[in-house]
């Protein structure tokens, strides 16, 4: 579409027209581009026969060129001939090339003309000033500091880089990935620096072109991942209990019926919770899913910045296993020992009553001993993230040395 309209008659004057109505909207906030539109096509003495393109009448398309009115034809058109109103009139410096980058993503956001997609294509490499400029936008709008743009402007910022095929944008995406905050912006720009992603079809791009250029390549996303520096992939399991809350979990009965259903859950159901984290000196960004006979049911991710996380370790695969046995001691020995003390009481029996104690004593030193010695258990672990606020997240099935490489990443306190 870009040739065929720069090969048009009057093709570089209804770039401009457009490039004039689109700004001028973005300098007043305006969501509608028809404003003094009719002195603009005088200026330039242009007709509607003249705006009439393949793709549909120019003018016509800036009167209706709103995000309820414009259909896909009136999008693509417009954002060809604004990507291209702007190749004609660069911007020279960073910070022209920094209030054309705002105006394109505030219109992006805002009405239903993206240029974004079609500078490539518009201006080569010229548009790598440009790519800068709209990922220092990103980092501003998720500090907080762009309230105009907002995070629907860092979004649409973030897509723009993931699309893009420039070396420039992938590089300041790659750049941004541990910096921005927003979960949504960091996958956006995960995707956009991964070395085996497909740019998205830019507008005017043949069918063929942009066959399956929507895959995102995030299936498997938490297997076979674990090997790269900072990011662990394994399952969600429960956040461990303290002492107390398994005691009485365990005397209730409550933790065999958790357990229990649990195991039925996985076995029967096929129900499977993997997960992938990503450590980084910024935070921690835990992904996962929710799967039953196969089929993922939610999708969840979560961002806990680092001033943020309580705390982040790793446990052996069996931390509790002196405490269980000992629960398990303790539980036999008192049956056996009040059993014993009963008995010997009602028959008058000192022996009786004295063995009673004796194994009673010996459940509950054996209880002792076991929940004080420290498992030392290879292979696996897991790893255990708690946040100031909320619940805390674990991950099981870690290898011990992907684990502390992982962890070493934080900032000590």
């Known amino acids: 579409m870009l040739d065929e309209l720069a090969g048009h008659p009057h093709g570089d004057d209804l770039a401009r027209v457009v490039h004039t109505a689109a700004f001028a909207a973005a300098d007043e906030r305006r969501t509608t581009l028809e404003g003094g539109l009719a002195e603009l096509v005088d200026r330039a003495g242009l007709s509607a026969a003249d705006a009439e393109t393949r793709f549909g009448n120019v003018i016509r398309a800036l009167e209706r060129g ?82 105009q743009l907002g995070r629907a402007g860092a979004i649409i910022a973030a897509a723009a880089l993931r699309g893009s095929a420039s070396p420039d944008a992938r590089a300041e995406a790659a750049a941004l990935v541990d910096e921005v905050r927003d979960p949504i912006v960091r996958s956006l720009l995960r995707d956009a620096a991964s070395p085996g992603r497909r740019p ?21 996303w938490a297997e076979g991942d674990g090997r790269a520096p900072g990011r662990l992939a394994g399952e969600l399991s429960p956040p461990p209990r303290g002492p107390v809350a398994l005691v009485l979990l365990a005397a209730t ?85 009040v059993s014993l003390l009963v008995d ?48 805390g997240v674990a991950l099981a099935g870690i290898e011990r040395a992907a684990a502390d490489a992982a962890l070493s990443r934080l900032p000590r306190a």
Do not use: N
């Not at 705002?102 to 080569?124: F, Q, R």
């Not at 998205?200 to 498997?220: F, K, L, Q, T, Y």
């Open 66 to 147: 709103t995000s309820e009115g414009a259909g896909s034809a009136t999008r693509v058109l417009l954002a060809t001939l604004l990507a291209r109103g702007v190749a004609l009139s660069p911007p020279e410096g960073p910070d022209a090339e920094g209030r054309v980058a705002e105006a394109l993503v505030w219109l992006a956001t805002y009405t239903s003309v993206d240029a974004l997609t079609a500078l490539d294509a518009a201006l080569g490499e010229r548009a790598a000033g440009l790519w800068r400029a709209v990922a220092a936008l990103v980092r501003r709008a998720d500090q907080g500091a762009l309230p």
């Open 200 to 220: 998205s079809r830019a507008p005017g791009a043949s069918a063929a072109d942009g066959d399956a250029a929507g895959a995102s390549g995030d299936e498997g």
């Open 253 to 337: 009965g409550i933790l065999l019926a958790m357990h229990a259903a649990r195991l039925a859950g996985r076995f029967l159901l096929r129900y499977r919770r993997p997960a992938a984290v990503e450590v980084s000196a910024r935070g921690v960004t835990v992904r996962s899913r929710t799967e039953l006979f196969g089929r993922t049911l939610r999708e969840q991710e979560t961002y806990i910045p680092v001033e943020s996380l309580l705390r982040a370790t790793r446990e052996v695969r069996y931390p509790r296993l002196g405490l269980y046995a000992g629960l398990v001691a303790l539980g036999l020995g008192t049956y056996l020992g």
């Open 344 to 391: 010997g009481a009602r028959a008058g029996s000192p022996e009786l009553l004295g063995m009673g104690a004796l194994v009673f004593a010996f459940g509950a030193a054996l209880d002792f001993g076991l929940s004080h010695v420290e498992t030392a258990a290879r292979g696996r672990c897991r790893v255990v993230l708690v946040p100031r606020k909320g619940p």
